[in-house]
């Protein structure tokens, strides 16, 4: 049982590159997020999808787009990339609502030079 | 909107107890989880409250009063391995998990 799956696990762009984070959940949640983590800030949410179908703004959403593509993923990608997106990037999946536990994976390390 | 406070940073010794505290402002609260990581990895679930009051599990323990917006996880007989980054969340019905910054535990021998 994988869990959430992200690739890839370490990634480095120039600025102004475009690239897409893969995560594929294999629970079948309904519920799936994106967070970006850098140090101090804690995790910050950058997109949600609450069912299959929707998605939905969270906290930091300006340079991203997501794609909940089926039940089982849900991609973010960022169209040019800039130095301030040199984040850790955590997907998370659950089954739905807010008390549902997340889980999360192992993240991606993303470098912007 | 949502806002949620918590120390940066608490120390202690192995086989003491830590409280660490989280106060919350959010339109329409609905419970307040609490997720343990380590070194970087992949954030883990510890608990939820929903409701006013005390919920055990193990050595951990997680409280809520939604009258004084705040909560606390307890976490007591410390061992080494309980060094990490613990985040409380909560949200709004309907949205995602909106966490605090993080509060770093320290234990020493």
């Known amino acids: 049982n994988a869990g959430v799956t992200q690739t890839p696990k370490f990634q480095v762009l120039k600025t102004g590159q475009s690239m897409t984070l893969q995560c594929a959940q294999d629970?079948?949640?309904?519920?799936m997020y994106w967070y970006r983590q850098d140090p101090g800030m804690g995790l910050r949410l950058i997109y949600y999808?609450?069912?299959?179908?929707?998605?939905d703004k969270g906290e930091v959403p300006n340079g991203y787009n997501v794609s909940r593509l089926n039940k089982r993923e849900f991609s973010l990608r960022l169209e040019s990339a800039a130095p301030s997106q040199t984040s850790v990037y955590f997907c998370a999946s659950s089954e739905s609502g807010l008390n549902s536990p997340l889980h999360f994976g192992n993240g991606t390390r993303l470098t912007v030079t | 909107g949502q806002s949620l406070e918590q120390p940066s940073e608490v120390t202690a010794v192995e086989g003491a107890i830590v409280q660490i505290n989280c106060t919350y402002q959010t339109s329409g609260f609905y419970g307040l989880s609490w997720y343990q990581q380590h070194d970087g990895g992949a954030p883990t679930f510890l608990s939820y409250?929903?409701?006013?009051g005390l919920e055990e599990t193990g050595r951990f323990s997680s409280f809520l009063s939604r009258s004084d917006s705040y909560g606390y996880l307890l976490l007591q007989e410390l061992q080494m391995k309980d060094s990490a980054s613990y985040f409380c969340g909560s949200g709004q019905a309907g949205t995602a998990l909106i966490f605090g910054k993080g509060t770093t535990l320290s234990v020493s021998s």
């Open positions: 409250n929903a409701l006013d």
């Open positions: 999808s609450a069912s299959e179908g929707t998605t």
């Open positions: 629970m079948n949640h309904n519920s």
